[in-house]
């Protein structure tokens, strides 16, 4: 049994405390954590305030926690005067909210760290909160000089070893009779480390316990090999598998499993030996945290998921089965073959407090901004663990409402799938207009998306996702086992086929696509309950806006348009955008719709004086022009963007829209022609520059286009759109510009706009009469 917080209430009641602040410690902090300009310093079990007090004197702005309110009440009375934020708050137990989002430059734990359990996990989260060259310091008596009755003051060599080992930088410091220890980079990488083995040919099996607590947290020991490992050892002769796992965790740990399951069994080789382990999921425990075989294990702490993949040495089998529970969450495994067992598990219950603190933070702001309109999503937002979805994500992360969390990359770095931004989640979700026992399709998975379908549509409804990486489609099943409704079905399969198979007698009552499209693929639309709605994000001219698609018949009409981007498509629908390097590679010219247009002689165009012609448009402030970006790709003839690396010398926009005809080039690009200090003062004037024997034409082209725009469409918005099957004859569809895709046609019904007929206006289309 610990210290308790009313054994430290009643020690600093009567009046006593720690070792005075010598002057070695004070050298140390002015050589080692001189404070910066501006400095900020947080002060981790602060006791009666000295080294609060010290820390504001070299010039830091200083808050001090402690989790006793007698102690920090000694602390304000002996200091009355200090500048110096007083916080009760158990570092270890208590949500931080406290500390607010503040980041520091230097940590310290004087005469503390002893006393926290979870200290590895304490420190590494802390950590997270330094800026950049930010130090954790920590000073602490050493067991070996320190007396049997006050050994629990102290740390000794394993326990040093294990505090220090997932850190980039450690620096161990004498300090008279103490050690001072110098932390900076708080994530050095996981590494899959080995034990010895038998030397025969037989092979090794055993069970490893993955068990979390109240909070998600999962259960690992420090060993005497000096590696991180979790509960479980050899099998017994014949005894099952999951048996195996909960008698290894009850002598190790001293907790009695309340339910194990055999989730997966992994095999691969040690020194040569075969090895066959078997990951058994515990549902629940009882019994107190001991370290019941201290020969084996120097301490038990229990470690937040998103932080396995920064803990320095991990036991091999441990780190993999890890990875089996939470796929993603230690990169650069080395290879194992998994075999999945259990088919079915009930969620694992167990989350922090920062955890619902934040979920709320996400919702509330994802409300506040129009985003999420109905309860059904509003309750959503506020009740699925976004966070387990994102297990490898700390929690200000998976909790940020504008952020997209990359799960899976490809062999170049480009993100293959992702937790979207919760704003935009919301936003398609309340575009579906669900009701409750509706059936969905998701393209494209992940598993936080899913499941928050499925609680909008609650217990009678049912969610089918379906993506075509079968490691994206194996973890949205794990993540879903492990904190989902039960209500989703992952499906392997090439999305743009939609889900042969799981489709309802009448059709999805929304089919939801969670990646960049494209096209509008059949399967979408003939899946989809007559007048349910698709949400997919389209390609238009390579610009990606989530449009809201009503069916009525074959055709569906468009009904919402909103400006966002995802992960591209990689069925069978997926392809190679055509693109032309000009002037050595400084120009990229694409065309996302349509066919490449003849670039002979724009490389010399490219290093000759350019035109350069004013639309007229000139706008105050920040400005709004997504708009005009689909409207030119659809109405401009020989439409293309244009890319090029920052600082180009030969052209003024790294990004722009543009058109290509007649060996000559122009695009769009901005000038600022007044600045101010307010943003709102600024003056923005839009112009085009132009290349080749056509420029003048090019650029008045293009510059009208500009002005229509902005006389027609700039203030009633995006047009209704349709889109109709491919090979619509031209005269069944509506007027306006009509752009193909391979297996659609769209129509956007422009204001401004006259009807020419169908002549090809565009290389992938044309306007209709």
Not at 118 to 128: S, Y
Not at 154 to 179: H, K, P, Y
Request: aromatic share 6%; proline share 6%; glycine share 10%.
């Amino acid at each position: 049994m610990g210290i308790t917080r009313a054994d430290w209430s009643e020690y600093y009641t009567e009046g006593r405390g720690f070792r005075r602040l010598g002057a070695e410690e004070k050298g140390l902090l002015v050589e080692h954590a001189p404070a910066p300009e501006g400095g900020r310093a947080l002060d981790v079990g602060c006791g009666t305030g000295e080294m609060s007090v010290y820390l504001a004197s070299l010039g830091y702005e200083v808050d001090a926690v402690d989790a006793v309110d007698a102690a920090l009440a000694r602390a304000r009375t002996d200091h009355p005067n200090a500048a110096v934020r007083w916080l009760c708050l158990d570092i270890e137990r208590d949500d931080p909210a406290p500390l607010d989002d503040t980041l520091y430059d230097l940590v310290v734990f004087r005469l503390s760290v002893a006393f926290v359990n979870d200290r590895t996990r304490v420190l590494h989260a802390l950590g997270r909160r330094l800026r950049e060259g930010g130090t954790v310091l920590v000073i602490t008596p050493l067991a070996a000089h320190t007396s049997a009755e006050k050994r629990h003051i102290a740390l000794d060599e394993d326990e040093i070893t294990a505090l220090t080992c997932g850190w980039t930088s450690v620096q161990r410091i004498a300090v008279g009779d103490l050690t001072a220890l110098v932390l900076r980079g708080a994530c050095a990488d996981t590494v899959a480390m080995e034990r010895s083995v038998p030397a025969t040919g037989n092979a090794v099996a055993g069970a490893l316990a993955i068990l979390t607590d109240e909070h998600g947290r999962v259960l690992l020991g420090w060993s005497k090999r000096g590696m991180w490992e979790a509960p479980g050892g050899k099998i017994d002769g014949a005894e099952p598998l999951d048996g195996a796992g909960v008698r290894e965790l009850a002598e190790e740990t001293g907790l009695r499993a309340t339910g194990a399951t055999v989730l997966a069994i992994l095999t691969d080789a040690a020194q040569g030996v075969p090895r066959v382990t078997a990951v058994i999921r515990i549902a629940g425990f009882t019994g107190t945290l001991t370290t019941a075989e201290p020969e084996k294990f120097t301490r038990w702490e229990w470690h937040d998921p998103h932080a396995l993949g920064c803990l320095g040495p991990v036991f091999t089998p441990a780190a993999n089965a890890l990875d089996a529970v939470w796929p993603g969450v230690i990169p650069g495994l080395p290879p194992v073959h998994a075999y999945p067992h259990a088919t079915e598990l009930a969620p694992v219950p167990g989350e922090p407090a920062e955890a619902v603190r934040l979920r709320r933070r996400m919702a509330d702001s994802v409300i506040a901004s129009g985003w999420a309109s109905s309860a059904a999503v509003q309750e959503a937002l506020r009740t699925v663990p976004r966070h387990r979805f994102a297990p490898e994500a700390d929690l200000k992360t998976a909790y940020d409402d504008d952020l997209a969390v990359v799960t899976r990359r490809d062999e170049n770095g480009r993100a293959t799938s992702s937790v979207s931004a919760a704003w935009l989640q919301a936003d398609m979700a309340e575009q579906l207009q669900l009701k409750p026992g509706a059936a969905v399709l998701e393209v494209g998975s992940g598993g936080y998306n899913a499941e928050l379908i499925a609680h909008v549509v609650g217990p009678a409804g049912r969610v089918v996702t379906v993506d075509v990486d079968p490691y994206v489609v194996h973890r949205t099943r794990r993540l879903c086992a492990e904190a989902g409704s039960g209500r989703v079905t992952a499906v392997l399969g090439d999305g743009g086929l939609g889900a042969p198979g799981y489709v309802p007698a009448d059709g999805f009552d929304g089919v939801m696509i969670t990646h960049n499209a494209a096209d509008i693929a059949p399967a979408w639309r003939k899946q989809l309950a007559e007048g349910a709605r698709l949400v997919v994000p389209l390609e238009v001219g390579g610009y990606t806006r989530s449009l809201t698609l009503v069916r009525r018949g074959d055709v569906l009409h468009c009904e919402h348009w909103t400006y966002c981007g995802f992960v591209r498509d990689r069925g069978a629908a997926a392809r190679t955008v055509p693109a032309v390097q000009l002037a050595d590679g400084e120009v990229t010219v694409r065309w996302e719709d349509g066919t490449p247009g003849d670039t002979a002689g724009l490389d010399q165009a490219l290093h000759r004086p350019r035109h350069e012609l004013s639309t007229g448009l000139v706008v105050r402030g920040i400005f709004n022009f997504e708009t005009l970006q689909v409207y030119a790709a659809t109405t401009l003839p020989g439409f293309c963007r244009l890319t090029a690396p920052k600082g180009s010398t030969l052209v003024a926009q790294q990004d722009a829209a543009a058109i290509l005809a007649n060996g000559s080039l122009a695009y769009l690009t901005y000038r600022l022609i007044k600045d101010a200090p307010e943003p709102a003062d600024r003056l923005t004037e839009f112009f085009i520059h132009a290349y080749g024997p056509a420029a003048e034409d090019l650029a008045e082209h293009f510059a009208q286009c500009v002005r229509v725009w902005d006389r027609e469409v700039r203030e009633s918005g995006y047009p209704p759109m349709t889109v109709h099957p491919a090979g619509t004859p031209d005269d069944r569809l509506p007027p306006g510009d009509v752009l193909d895709k391979p297996s659609a046609r769209l129509v956007f019904p422009w204001p401004g706009r006259t009807p020419v007929g169908a002549q090809n206006l565009l290389a992938a289309g044309g306007q209709r009469a």
